[in-house]
């Protein structure tokens, strides 16, 4: 039987996931939460961002089951001792076994291609040939190479058809469900013309798309790079696929490692003024006056003489390399809280002078109580916003971290090592694109939705965007054959109705 593997960030990732669903089931008993995050659900962009961002989700949350197979007994052992692979896998990439995407060619070879990108010199009949080497794993199903062509057309379009079946399969589930709640099949396709509470429209579109490309690219799969191998002949795909989880515990982790000292120093400065407000200032004020960069190029490279001085702490490469990405997201929290205990110390400062804060310590209410039970809750739509908004410029952070040397192990995968690679391959002649392209789509497919769905969360939690919006009019159907035009509403951005 395999041997599970808790990494710290596999620790992280599951203690995020618990979390959030703790905050889906809270949001039955608070109002005010749940017709924030509706109205950020009622819009279209939000709502396909939300899709695309599950994705990247699930697959980091697949990517963070580790675990370590049993190795077969070796030749003429007769006992029954079992031993495990020091290599650590994870679900993903026993699901990932079932395509060419785990195998390793020589060098680098172009998207979809049977042969080399470099040409090599070997002896055929005691001469010298030289010439571009057929690729051991891309097109070995294929009986001739020149059936190429036909073979990937014939992937793409089973790829397609699965897609659509996957599309077609998820339109009858939203419908049956729609009918079940609202009664009756026809009333059950409301959603389909734009007539539901939730643009459910937007998200199988979205999940259309996504089953399409998946679907297709997994069909290539199976018997191609897709988009080519690297220098040391990894496939291309697998490595963006594995740097989700790498780009996700970087984005999270950090931010959640900056909350602590940025509401616990914004919200003190803030509520005592005087010389702790002084105090504050001086500290987060000294560590912007520093270059974000080398600070935390010096505090990586004391965590790495640590790790190179201790071997005997990591019984694995895995666990090694993890401990440098969770301690990298930690040193990335803790020098960057700056921003947003400024913005908490501020809008502190304006909430100490309200009145029901004034009652409260009129009462005798404690400091502590005052700032845990009024201040915090009222400046939980900074942190929420701010959570949203680093998230994607940390994401991008690593990428250049990465680039500059400084930046995750060698051995984990990341969009960073990837653009750090692509360097001196963009520089070659012919040259070599597609690992720099790869990175690059997904990069800005993550940070674009990420930045999307963000700008949904920002509209709905801060105050200062709380106008009134009118509601787009909704065609009712009669199905008995009238059409009737619903009264125009108006909603405010907190999804609450107001007299229009």
């Not at 994705?55 to 003429?76: E, T, W």
């Not at 410029?393 to 690679?421: H, R």
């Not at 509209?459 to 125009?488: E, K, L, T, Y």
Request: net charge positive; with cysteine.
């Amino acid at each position: 039987m395999p041997k599970f593997v808790l990494l710290w960030t596999d620790a992280f990732v599951f203690l995020a996931v618990f979390g959030v669903l703790f905050q889906v089931w809270r949001l039955r008993r608070d109002p005010t939460m749940a017709s924030g995050w509706r109205y950020v659900v009622r819009r279209p962009s939000a709502m396909a961002a939300g899709v695309v961002l599950a994705c990247f989700a699930i697959i980091g949350v697949l990517d963070s089951i580790h675990y370590r197979p049993v190795l077969p007994p070796a030749a003429g052992a007769t006992g029954q001792q079992v031993v495990h692979s020091p290599i650590t896998r994870s679900a993903l990439d026993a699901l990932l076994d079932y395509t060419q995407l785990p195998n390793r060619e020589r060098t680098y070879s172009a998207p979809l291609a049977l042969h080399q990108f470099t040409k090599e010199s070997w002896l055929v009949d005691g001469k010298v040939v030289r010439d571009y080497p057929r690729l051991k794993y891309a097109g070995a199903k294929l009986a001739n190479d020149a059936d190429r062509t036909a073979d990937i057309v014939r992937r793409v379009v089973l790829g397609a058809l699965a897609g659509l079946a996957a599309s077609l399969a998820l339109a009858t589930l939203l419908s049956l469900v729609h009918s079940r709640k609202q009664g009756g099949w026809q009333a059950g396709t409301k959603w389909w013309w734009r007539e539901s509470d939730l643009p459910w429209w937007a998200f199988w579109a979205t999940a259309t798309v996504i089953f399409l490309v998946a679907g297709v690219t997994m069909s290539l799969a199976a018997d191609y790079h897709v988009l080519g191998t690297d220098r040391t002949g990894n496939d291309v795909l697998w490595l963006c696929i594995k740097s989700v989880r790498t780009a996700l515990v970087i984005g999270t982790l950090t931010v959640f490692a900056m909350l602590p000292p940025a509401i616990a120093f914004g919200i003190t400065a803030g509520y005592f003024k005087g010389k702790v407000d002084d105090f504050v200032q001086y500290v987060y004020t000294t560590l912007t006056s520093i270059p974000g960069v080398l600070l935390v190029a010096a505090c990586v490279l004391m965590m790495q003489v640590h790790i190179d001085n201790n071997p005997e702490l990591f019984d694995t490469v895995a666990a090694r390399a993890d401990l440098r990405l969770f301690l990298l997201c930690l040193i990335l929290g803790l020098t960057g809280w700056a921003g947003l205990c400024r913005l908490l110390r501020a809008e502190t400062l304006k909430l100490r002078e309200l009145e029901y804060v004034q009652a409260a310590r009129a009462f005798g209410v404690s400091h502590w109580r005052i700032m845990r039970r009024h201040l915090l809750p009222n400046v939980m739509h900074i942190v929420l916003i701010t959570m949203v908004l680093q998230f994607s410029g940390l994401v991008l952070y690593e990428a250049v971290l990465s680039y500059l040397g400084i930046g995750v192990d060698p051995s984990t995968p990341s969009y960073g090592t990837m653009i750090d690679a692509a360097r001196t391959e963009m520089s070659r002649d012919p040259m070599i694109w597609w690992n720099l392209a790869a990175a690059f789509i997904f990069l800005l497919a993550l940070v674009l939705s990420a930045n999307i769905f963000a700008d949904a969360v920002q509209d709905a939690f801060d105050p200062r965007m709380r106008r009134v919006q009118p509601r787009r009019n909704m065609r009712i159907r009669s199905w008995g054959g009238s059409v009737h035009g619903a009264r125009p509403s108006q909603t405010s951005a907190l999804g609450k109705e107001v007299a229009p």
